[in-house]
Structure formats: structure tokens, C-alpha cells
């Protein structure tokens, strides 16, 4: 029996397919991260930690002509985001109802996809990640509000890229304030904006909630590694008369190995 | 050149079965050119060009080998049946009917789906658009 014990659930086969798809809708266009850095998995639930090829000295050392190390190793986090659904909207499901309320589970889906960006992208010091943008070694870039100005600050962060002899292509998460920004302007001419900042990329320009400004990357591979553990599932927790409790979860841990790969620009 | 890797109209079916059916065009493949590679080895009287096909046979086995592991990865049904089969020694055939058998009741006691694991299926989004 697999540890989300779905088959307690009082849902049928048609209503997690439903539910499924909606959690699969709803968190795809949110996952920014797995849109732009290396991932590697999904292993499963039982993978615990990032082997991270490194062994530290021990402070107590066994004596008698004998060397110890301890290997280091980077344990994965798991991040689950609860959610109910209304026993009588499963039902309707069944009906074959095609508006079905699943507005807690949209809210989650977003909410895990944002702390999944939020650990990559900005870190999360108790977890031992260190995240993308705090991670790198340029100076940061202001993005500001004034959009005219973006291909100017994007193609400085690239060029501090090739001259740290990061190549491309380059990636940009763009947080959702920028994003909207960038989506509503039209440049001189008329030519959009996220075009031009596409082709100053080479590669692609992602929706990011959970981003503060953006952060521009190398996509090159090798720099930025995501270890899935188990990836996104739903599970079951408890049910009563009225609603179904459940819970999207997943396992991962990051690594930003080449921290000169990136350049923040800051809000 | 067709898309004949799709056996129902390709823009009705989901993009991870699009990708599932590609990969399974790919394996296709990779066991054909296993397949002819011993074959032009069986005639080669050529020691050189036999060495270079025998190198060239070596990276289907490769890609043979990573079309499989991603198929199974994303279908434990079947991963479950070939941990049944594979690398075991006796008889194939008996291995494979235990396993299928193994597999099949385990996963309808576990009410667990047949085609697919639990997972959304998510993994990667490098590519998808942006």
C-alpha cells in the first residue's frame, strides 16, 4: 500500500482521474523552476537526502591509527499543502458534471508551486537550500518598474554571464509584477517587449510567483540541480460526512553548484 | 516522413502519452539497429568495419536501455513485471507469468491504477511552454 493510502479514499476512479488533472492544470503553469534548472528523478518516497560527494573530518576520531570521515549529504524536504473537497461535489463528478468545485485544491496546487519557486529561487536557510538568486556571485541588478529599461538590465545580467564564461542559452523567471508588466508593453513600434527579451535570452521567459524582481540563469545544464524525490501526488488524509480531506505533496532538495550562472535583479 | 508513432489522432491525446508513444517509437528503433548491426556483423569480413559496428551496436544497447528505463519509470505496472523477468536466471517464460500474475493482483488489491503511478507525472517542464 503506498503511504498516500488513496484507496481509503471514498472517491471513485473517475473522481481522482479529476482530481489528478485538475492538480496536474492548475500547478503547471506556477512551476517555474522545473521550467529552467536540471532535474533529476523522480526517485521515490523512500529517497532521503542529495549525495553531495563530500565527507567532512570528525571532531572525535577513533585513535588507534585510524581516520574518520562522515559523508555530507543534502536531506530532502518534503512539502505537502492540505486541501478538502465536498463529498456532494464528488458525487456530481460521478454525474458527470463538468463544474466541479475544486477551488481548495487550485489554492493548494498554486500555494506548493509558489514554495516550491520560492526554495529554489530565493533559498530556505532551515532546509539547507541555498537558493538561486542569494547564491549568486554578481552584483545584483535593480529590474525597477520602468519596463523601457528591461532588455537593457536583461542583456547587462547576460553579459555578466559570457563574461564570467557562463554560456547559453539563458533563462529568465520573471516574478509576477515584472511578468505582468512585461506582458502589457509594446515597444516603440509596437514590437512586444517579451519578444525582444526572448531574443536577448536565447531561451525562455517564465511566469514565477514566488520570485521577488527576477532572476536570469544559465540553461546550459550542470549549474542548477533539482533532486526529486517523490514528485507531486495526491494523497488522502481523513474523510467525515461532508468533505474529503487530501493533500498534494512532493520531496526534493536544490543545489546551486555554479553560483556565477545567475544574476538577480532585484525588485 | 509520417507520425505514425500515434496510433489515435496525436492532438486528442495528452502530451505525457504523446511523449510515452514517442519513446516507444524510439525503443522500436533502438531494437531494430540491434537487430541489423548483428546481422551486417554476421557477414562482415572486414575485422575494422566489424569493430566499428560492434562500437555502433554498443550505443543502441544504450539508447535501447534509457528508452526502457524512462517507459518503465512512468508505467510501475510494467516495471513491476520486468523486475519479474529480468536478470533473473531459469525460465523466462515461467518468470513471466509469475510476474505478470505478481503484478497484476498486487496492484488490484492496492486499487492502484494499471496504467500509470500515482504521481501527477509531472518531473521536468525544461521545454514546455513558457
Known amino acids: 500500500m503506498s503511504h498516500l493510502l488513496r484507496e481509503h479514499a471514498p472517491i471513485t476512479e473517475a473522481g481522482w482521474s479529476l482530481i489528478d488533472e485538475e492538480a496536474r492544470e492548475r500547478m503547471t503553469p506556477a512551476l517555474a523552476a522545473r521550467k529552467l534548472v536540471d532535474f533529476d528523478g523522480p526517485h521515490d518516497w523512500e529517497h532521503s537526502a542529495t549525495n553531495l560527494g563530500r565527507a567532512q573530518s570528525l571532531a572525535d576520531q577513533p585513535g588507534g591509527g585510524i581516520e574518520a570521515t562522515q559523508r555530507r549529504v543534502l536531506p530532502l524536504v518534503e512539502l505537502r499543502a492540505p486541501f478538502a473537497v465536498a463529498r456532494a461535489e464528488l458525487r456530481d463528478a460521478d454525474r458527470g458534471a463538468e463544474d466541479v468545485d475544486f477551488a481548495a485544491l487550485d489554492q493548494a496546487a498554486h500555494r506548493i508551486a509558489v514554495a516550491e519557486n520560492r526554495a529554489v529561487f530565493h533559498g530556505w536557510g532551515t532546509a539547507g537550500i541555498v537558493g538561486i538568486a542569494e547564491s549568486s556571485t554578481h552584483d545584483p541588478i535593480p529590474l525597477g518598474e520602468d519596463c523601457s529599461r528591461y532588455p537593457r538590465h536583461v542583456a547587462k545580467a547576460v553579459e555578466a554571464l559570457l563574461g564570467a564564461g557562463i554560456d547559453g542559452p539563458y533563462g529568465l523567471a520573471l516574478g509576477p509584477d515584472a511578468h505582468t508588466r512585461v506582458l502589457e508593453t509594446g515597444e516603440h513600434g509596437g514590437y512586444p517587449l517579451l519578444e525582444h527579451l526572448r531574443k536577448i535570452l536565447g531561451g525562455p521567459l517564465v511566469w514565477a510567483p514566488g520570485v521577488q524582481g527576477a532572476v536570469l540563469l544559465s540553461m546550459r545544464g550542470g549549474d542548477f540541480l533539482f533532486d526529486c524525490g517523490e514528485d507531486f501526488s495526491v494523497g488522502y488524509d481523513n474523510h467525515d460526512a461532508d468533505a474529503v480531506h487530501l493533500y498534494l505533496e512532493e520531496s526534493f532538495s536544490f543545489r546551486a553548484v555554479t553560483p556565477e550562472a545567475a544574476v538577480w535583479l532585484t525588485p | ?130
Not at chain 2, 533502438?30 to 559496428?53: F, K, N, S, T, V
Request: proline share 3%; glycine share 10%.
Open chain 2, 1 to 130: 516522413m509520417g507520425f505514425d508513432q500515434y496510433h489515435e489522432p496525436a492532438a486528442e491525446l495528452p502530451e505525457e502519452t504523446r511523449t510515452f508513444a514517442r519513446l516507444c517509437a524510439s525503443l522500436t528503433e533502438e531494437a531494430e539497429a540491434i537487430g541489423w548491426y548483428e546481422q551486417r556483423m554476421a557477414l562482415e569480413r572486414d575485422r575494422d568495419a566489424r569493430a566499428i559496428m560492434r562500437d555502433a551496436q554498443g550505443e543502441e544497447f544504450k539508447h535501447f536501455c534509457m528508452d526502457l528505463e524512462f517507459l518503465m519509470r512512468r508505467t510501475p505496472l510494467w516495471r513491476e513485471i520486468a523486475q519479474g523477468i529480468l536478470f533473473q536466471e531459469g525460465d523466462i517464460v515461467e518468470h513471466g507469468e509469475e510476474a505478470e500474475e505478481e503484478a497484476l493482483e498486487g496492484a488490484a488489491s492496492r486499487g492502484a491504477p494499471l496504467a500509470s503511478g500515482v504521481s501527477l507525472g509531472i518531473g521536468s517542464l525544461r521545454g514546455a511552454d513558457s
